[in-house]
């Protein structure tokens, strides 16, 4: 028997603090450990970088942006990024506005590319697609950020919403308070009422092209010591772009 609070003796088990050893691990899908982070690592979306790059140089920052293209394109990732560049800070303060150049992870960075943050909310507009939905959105935009710079909201298939959702949600487009910003994801821009489209800063996300996938994978597979040969890369970066678009 020990004392309360003794380590226990080296021959014996015990809880490691150390940290879990690699093999006990779990696995975790490739696509999520090199899901984009920043604007450095997205692919083929140069012209939607530059843009919000000179608007934060400005200062004149929309009000919302509305992100189209195919499923799988990027856009949910990418309007993470563009909440948490809105709302990049480090603990030093030296960083007083949004900003593209985000060399290490802020004091909001962790939560909110973890969809955690209290302040950038997400909605799936495929299950939430009522009045009632975009009403909440309307009442909680009248309150201040509890801690980032600004609120963003991020509304996936916005599409999907009803009239009536998309009425609501224009009273609000049309007198925005300063301390908030939306991000709307598409997959049929067509859907949306012009006058909701015409608030918006719009991107249309392109598939990346075959070299652009090519040079992706190599880096990857390299970094996860996969041995893979050139032909089976350039035929596996060429099948998400057989597939005919809707």
């Avoid at 919000?52 to 195919?70: C, D, H, K, M, Y």
């Avoid at 909440?136 to 599409?159: L, T, W």
């Avoid at 060429?238 to 005919?244: G, I, Q, T």
């Amino acid at each position: 028997m020990t004392d309360a609070g003794a380590p226990p003796p080296e021959d014996q088990g015990g809880f490691d603090l150390g940290g879990v050893p690699d093999a006990a691990k779990p696995y975790r899908v490739l696509a999520r450990k090199y899901r984009p982070s920043n604007f450095d690592d997205l692919i083929g979306q140069e012209a939607m970088v530059r843009t919000v790059s000179n608007a934060f140089e400005t200062g004149r920052i929309p009000q919302a942006w509305i992100l189209t293209g195919v499923r799988g394109v990027g856009k949910t990732t990418t309007a993470r990024i563009l909440a948490r560049a809105l709302n990049y800070e480090l603990p030093d303060g030296s960083v007083k506005g949004p900003t593209i150049a985000m060399p290490k992870l802020g004091v909001h960075c962790q939560a909110i590319m973890e969809s955690r943050h209290m302040d950038v909310l997400e909605m799936d507009a495929a299950s939430h697609t009522g009045v009632d939905d975009v009403r909440q959105i309307n009442d909680s935009v009248r309150y201040a950020p509890a801690s980032a710079r600004y609120k963003v909201y991020i509304i996936d298939e916005v599409h999907m919403l009803t009239t009536e959702a998309f009425n609501a949600l224009l009273k609000t487009l049309e007198e925005p308070p300063a301390h908030v910003k939306f991000i709307f994801a598409t997959t049929e821009p067509h859907k949306i009422p012009v006058t909701i489209l015409s608030r918006c800063q719009r991107f249309d996300f392109q598939r990346p092209s075959i070299e652009q996938l090519s040079e992706v994978l190599t880096r990857v597979s390299a970094t996860e010591q996969i041995s893979i040969d050139a032909p089976a890369i350039s035929m596996i970066s060429r099948s998400p772009l057989s597939v005919r678009r809707r």
